[in-house]
């Protein structure tokens, strides 16, 4: 029988919500393979963490070590590898956060695991895990399974799992010596740095013009921010308009940016990689035009145009003041 | 120092319509343009720009067909100094477990103080390749990398968590560094630039020449395979507004005052 761990991912001593939706895809494929859930916990100063995660799960392995403290990868890789070991065969589940992105390769070659990243459903059949994926600029719906191994290692795209608080039932919890020795790590955490903060607050804003890497190569970014004048909005972007320095990372709207809820959220030649669409979860109303019919962005929103946006933009702004008149 | 750079060449598939094939487990390719995965464009270039500081040299390697060479001409134009294609019948099939495998063997009998790629690539959207060739080469590894700055025997660098956070990192080397898009600038590179470098050899190797048996490449070393492919429904989601360009514009400004209570 394959057993099902779940690893509590935390950061600053608290715990993040990739924990909870991990715990809620555990509860579910626990159930349907008929197998047990354990969630791991390696951290520092975890006891009120430890007993968050007793309440929702029938077991916890925690182990207290200065060293998990910042999430270290490498530090995670062997106390992972050592708890994990003789309790095979495995299937562990992760958040695929930006933290877990770096862990879980490394970690999958150290325990002779296969790796799905960024699964978004799975299935059983035949009593074996099958997960689904997406490919190519995330726009293919891929089932894939797994061989040449029995343990299973997948990472979860976050906002596809819910998790429901079950309230109260304890499990017990296993505290283990760390498995960590003496030696120095090759991966040292430094400090945290945060990111520059800038003149426009786009995490506050209700009115969004939102421009992605359809806007071209070289835009006039005069029109766009005339249209968000207009609007009484700001200007906000996706990750390739910040790689091309066409605005700074203060204005970038993702899971690696700024998570944001205006009450208007119009994205111009946005595709819409989950990335993205991560961090407008929540806006009342999202408009987009984009050239292509398949861009993901028309999945999360509520109106599209399917036009090029240069054409687009000039009359809307037009139309816009006239409305206002 | 010495940096290999792994690229890979890549469908771009970020526009128009994808169509899946007949078998239902893989989308048909022979209409697509082919490029340099976008997130391995700014490793080649941090190389080059480590190497244009510190000295050293930079290889530019990739795992693909033959028609990869004009990824790795380029690579050259910006300044790598040589550049190898790893192309053989038995790859057919690798995830990026096997694909590891390969570059991990080719990387044995090299000497190198860094490894730079991509953290994902846009065909298979994984970010598992970096982290499993430094795994099975025995050296530390991030992703999301930017900020890199080597100095005697290890490497600061910061990685991107989420939220606009970061963290500083100290790694020994020899290390391999996923990098995140937007590090740098990609270099703008000339036809000229590409003509120059038009003379130098880019070898194809083999399974054999890099010495690894069949079963741990391919479909018969992968840990992941493929059942089946769909291309999600479409109609799902957004109200597509109809007409001209001008006409859809103007229907817009008319829901944006309605239903966004903008003016």
Redesign the interface.
Known sequence: MRQIFVLAEH?KHQLRDTTWEAVAAGRKLAGELGAELTCLLLGSNIDPMTEVLARECPKVIAVDDPRFA?FN??ALTKGLGSILKGREPFMLIMGN???I??L???L???LDA?????CFGFEVRDGKP?AW?????????????????ENIIVTLRGGFFQFTPTAGASGTVEKLPSPLGDEPL??????????EKGDVDVASAD?IVSLG?GIGDEPDMDVFQSLADT???VLACS??I????LLP??H?VG?????VKP??Y?ALGI?GAFQHVGGIKGSP?I???N????A?I???????????LN???P??EE??K???R | MDIIVCMKWVPDTSEGDLVIDRDGKEIKKDSLDYDMNDWDRFAIEEAVRIKEKLGGTVTAVTVGPDDAEEMLRECLARGADEAFVLSDDSFEGSDSYATAQVLAQFMRNRSYGLILTGTLADDDCAGEFGGLLAAMLGIPASTLVSGIEPDEGKVKFKRELEGGLYEAIEMNLPALLAVATGLNEPRFVSVRAVRKVASIEIPVLGLDDIGLEESKVGAAGARIQIESMVLPPEGEGAEIIKGTAEEAAAKLAEILKEKGGIL
């Open positions: 950061r910042n990868s490498e956060s930006n933290s992105i770096e879980a390769p490394g999958s070659f150290a296969a790796l799905a990243t960024d099958l994926r997406q490919m190519y600029s995330y726009k293919v719906n891929t089932l894939v399974s797994f061989k040449n191994t090759g991966k040292r955490f430094l400090n945290y740095v945060e990111a009115i890497r609007m009484g909005g990750r390739p910040v790689d091309k320095s990372k203060y970038q899971t690696s940016g700024v998570e009450k208007v119009l595709s109303l408009v987009a035009v050239k292509d019919p398949r993901p028309f999945r999360v929103a509520q109106y599209g145009i399917v036009a090029d054409q687009v933009v009359v809307l139309k816009i006239e409305l206002k």
